[in-house]
């Protein structure tokens, strides 16, 4: 890649992922393996391995498992200066995720009530010092999804990059389980509005914003009624839970230009994170101006390596990445 783009900035909940070793199911032998994740720690990781100085801002225990998930980010090169800790007994979030195999899905599934992250409010972080400097700021749907002291945080966050003049995107993330019995319109609206980059899926869109349109005109439509610069949308056809089709779009509201990548068919090994890599790898290249029709290129490759890595963080390098770039033209 070329120059590094300035510092980002992500902000959601860290959990800690529990999964059985292999394609085993859960609980199939008394051994799972740990590790850490979550949508936009898992964009502030793929963005400090493709170069990019990122910070990342949540809430987390002050305890054993918090420390652990500190040491976590920072072994990524993750910045976690404005991570706060929550003292006494407060609990970190936990998912299990077990892997599908050929014609058995994966599933996912949440410990997270109650959580540190929970309880976060907007006082507890100083917004306009976090995002001092800062030339990107990175938020998702999942986050206004658990309360309303993470909502208001994140509502928080993102007017203060409006007023520090950090470019915004948004990953819409649907989380059915998040969103039982709820309409997340009315929440997700004002997030989404003005911001410099929206990603979703055509499902988030639908169910999220309330939007259909077809294929060719969904981003435009997007961008028209939420005043976005620029829409991107991926598309992952799952064709068993060991085989999946990926590609993604971006549309440019000011030149009115749409880039489709190439489409991957890729075996899977891990499902959880292609798309907070493709986000990564998008932000990385468009805060560093590339061109667009490259910038969507670089950001599904991307995205489809990470389906080819266990966990939730892409290690996948820029080289890496260019090279099944160049291999695909």
Known sequence: MSAAPPRAVTFGELMLRLSPPGQERLFQSPQLRTGFG????NVAVGLAHLGVRADYI????????????????QAEGVGTGWIALAAGSERLGIYFVEPGADIRSSRVIYDRAGSAFAAITPAMVDWAKALHGA?????????PALGEGPRAALTAAIVAARSSRVRISMDLN??????????PRGVIEPLVQGTDLLIGN???VRVMLGVEAPDDSLAQRLAERY??????????EVLSASEHGWSAALYDASSGGVWQSRRYQVHVVDRVGGGDSFA?????ALAADRDPADAVQFAAAAGALKLTIPGDWNRATPEEI???VRACT
Do not use: K, M, N, Y
């Open 227 to 236: 005043g976005c610069r620029r829409v991107a949308l991926t598309r992952r």
């Open 58 to 73: 949540t809430r987390l225990p002050d305890s054993a498992i918090g420390q652990a998930a500190l040491h976590a980010l």
């Open 38 to 41: 979550g949508c936009e720690a």
């Open 280 to 284: 990564a790898a998008l932000i990385a």
């Open 322 to 324: 260019e090279q099944l």
């Open 135 to 143: 030339g990107w700021f990175h938020g998702s749907g999942i986050t």
């Open 202 to 204: 055509r499902d988030a």
């Open 174 to 183: 649907f989380r059915p389980a998040l969103w039982q019995g709820r309409d």
